[in-house]
């Protein structure tokens, strides 16, 4: 049985910094691109940043440029999300979630994703 488990939310003040990881168990995934989602109340959920399977290539989305860093350790199967300089606006759900596909420029729309965690809460204050 496949499944991924987010851990690392939690409550964190403007500027503030957390980190968040996402273990994979039931196979491994080093070859598969990486992402993080996240949805707030009543919007839709979206990507945040993606890595390929080597770890050569990222993707961030615009508004966590400068402040968000993905990474991976393939031999742990986990992947990373390290959070700074935080938002209210980042205020979320945050998903882990694995590609079908190994590639960055193929893996930036949820519909690419097959395998999702169940999400771990990030609340930043103000």
């Known amino acids: 049985q496949v499944q991924l488990v987010e851990s690392g939310g939690g409550l964190v003040q403007t500027g503030g910094s957390l980190r968040l990881s996402c273990a994979a168990s039931g196979r491994t995934f080093s070859n598969n691109a990486m992402g993080w989602f996240r949805q707030a109340p009543g919007k839709e959920r979206d990507i945040v940043a993606a890595i390929s399977g080597s770890a050569g290539s990222t993707y961030y989305v615009d508004s966590v440029k400068g402040r968000f860093t993905i990474s991976r350790d393939n031999s742990k199967n986990t992947v990373y999300l390290q959070m700074n300089s935080l938002k209210p606006e980042d205020t979320a759900v945050y998903y882990c979630?694995?590609?079908?596909?190994?590639?960055?420029?193929?893996?930036?729309?949820?519909?690419?994703?097959?395998?999702w965690g169940q999400g771990t809460q990030v609340t930043v204050s103000s």
């Open positions: 979630a694995a590609s079908r596909y190994t590639y960055v420029t193929l893996s930036r729309a949820a519909t690419a994703y097959d395998y």
